[in-house]
Every structure is written in structure tokens, then in C-alpha cells.
């Protein structure tokens, strides 16, 4: 089992940066990939970014060139800085982490963008 805690979600303007973070405990030698997933009201949950633990990522268009997805191993933590945050960016954001045999999610944290 591994279990996920999420921080550092809030409410920002426009234009402004907030910091997701996101720390593993548990089977982590198992973990794999991790990743951020958001979903908005009445919408799909949707991929934000992934990083391999070799460190190769992954981003969805929209977020590309403000959004910086990082994982430190060493304390099992991936991290998602996202600048330049817009409206559409309101969501609640969740951490999942990948073994050879299952997925993990963390509880969610709610990103709020106001205009």
C-alpha cells in the first residue's frame, strides 16, 4: 500500500503561482510513475503531468511552458509548480502515483483561480 498526502492548493489571482505538493509513505520502492490529475466541476478528471522516476516528463497541452512537474526520490515527493495560473486552471488537483500493480490517489487539494 502507499499512501498519499497533498498540499499547498488555495486561492489565487490570475496571473499568480502556486506550488502542489505531494509525499508518498508506504511500499514507496515500488512507485514508479507520479503524476498530477485535476478535475473540474462537471468536467472529466484530466492528466496534468507526469514524470517517469528517471525524471522524463509529460505535460497536457494546456499547461505547457507554465506548469514545471518535479519529484525529489529521495523523500518520495513530486512537486507541480504552476505559474501563470488562469481561470481555467480552477480545479481540484490530485496526485496519483504508479506501482508494477496498482495506482495510488491522494485526497485532492482545491486550486482556485479568480479573475
Known amino acids: 500500500q502507499v499512501q498519499l498526502v497533498e498540499s499547498g492548493g488555495g486561492l489565487v489571482q490570475a496571473g499568480g503561482s502556486l506550488r502542489l505538493s505531494c509525499a508518498a509513505s508506504?511500499?514507496?520502492?515500488?512507485?514508479?510513475?507520479m503524476g498530477w490529475y485535476r478535475q473540474a466541476p462537471g468536467k472529466q478528471r484530466e492528466l496534468v503531468a507526469v514524470?517517469?522516476?528517471?525524471?522524463?516528463?509529460n505535460y497536457a497541452d494546456s499547461v505547457k511552458g507554465r506548469f514545471t512537474i518535479s519529484r525529489d526520490n529521495a523523500k518520495s515527493a513530486v512537486y507541480l509548480q504552476m505559474n501563470s495560473l488562469k481561470p481555467e486552471d480552477t480545479a481540484v488537483y490530485y496526485c496519483?502515483?504508479?506501482?508494477?500493480?496498482?495506482?495510488?490517489w491522494g485526497q485532492g487539494t482545491q486550486v482556485t483561480v479568480s479573475s
Open positions: 514524470i517517469t522516476s528517471g525524471g522524463s516528463s
Open positions: 508506504g511500499k514507496i520502492f515500488s512507485i514508479n510513475v
Open positions: 496519483k502515483v504508479s506501482t508494477p500493480w496498482d495506482d495510488y
